[in-house]
């Protein structure tokens, strides 16, 4: 079946670099493609950026140059790396399938604190 | 960036009841709306996508409607496990955006 697993750390240090990986199972990153959204404590989701099933990427401009997503479709695993972390980076990061635009699959999140 | 609007940001119904969430967008988003249901500590789930459409598998009680600029979210006889957030998603233009949700509680 679908899943989506996201993994990384619990904890960043202010201004250190984020890397998280989403490891796909039950479909192919060269049929679907996969998105990265997070949501910080108590609030609202944030879609950050996509993978799209034919290698391109596209970013939301509200994290400027910070952000980068690619992929191995040999280990079927995507990967968002950022850097530059502050404390208003503080979220649960989660990486979905994208289904013509909406998330049919989410994975479970990965909680990341930025810590000074 | 277009702007997602959602109401209320909370609400409390009694089971059986019927509910009704509603977003608005800052321009015309073509029925490129999806609305989510997201429990505590979980991740969210589709319920609705294209404005209209019952993703696979969600109950039948659970409707989207909607075009333009106004969509809502309606919930025919409330049962407990409707208890969640909802937010609505448009996918209609870079960057995808959220309404800020809803919270729905209990009466």
């Known amino acids: 079946q679908v899943q989506l697993k996201e993994t990384g750390p619990d904890l960043v240090q202010l201004t250190q670099t984020l890397s998280i990986t989403c490891t796909v199972s039950?479909?192919?990153?060269?049929?679907?493609?996969v998105h990265w959204v997070r949501q910080p404590p108590g609030k609202g989701l944030e879609w950050m950026g996509a993978?799209?099933?034919?290698?391109?990427?596209d970013y939301n401009s509200a994290f400027k140059s910070r952000l980068s997503i690619s992929r191995d479709t040999s280990k079927s695993q995507v990967f968002l790396k950022m850097n530059s972390l502050q404390t208003d980076d503080t979220a649960k990061y989660f990486c979905a399938r994208g289904a013509y635009g909406s998330y049919d699959y989410w994975g479970q999140g990965v909680m990341v604190t930025v810590s000074s | 960036d277009i702007q997602m609007t959602q109401s209320p940001a909370s609400l409390s119904a009694s089971l059986g009841e019927t509910v009704t969430i509603e977003c608005r967008a800052s321009?015309?988003?073509?029925?490129?709306l999806a609305w989510y249901q997201q429990k505590p500590g979980k991740s969210p789930q589709l319920l609705i996508y294209n404005a209209n459409s019952l993703h696979t598998g969600v109950p039948s009680r659970f409707s989207g409607s909607g075009s333009g600029t106004q969509y809502s979210l309606k919930i025919n006889s409330l049962q407990s496990e409707d208890v969640a957030s909802y937010f609505c998603?448009?996918?209609?233009?870079?960057?995808?955006?959220f309404g800020a949700g809803t919270k729905l509680e209990l009466k």
């Open positions: 321009e015309d988003i073509y029925n490129g």
């Open positions: 993978m799209w099933n034919g290698g391109g990427t």
């Open positions: 039950g479909f192919s990153l060269t049929t679907y493609n």
């Open positions: 998603q448009q996918y209609y233009d870079y960057p995808y955006t």
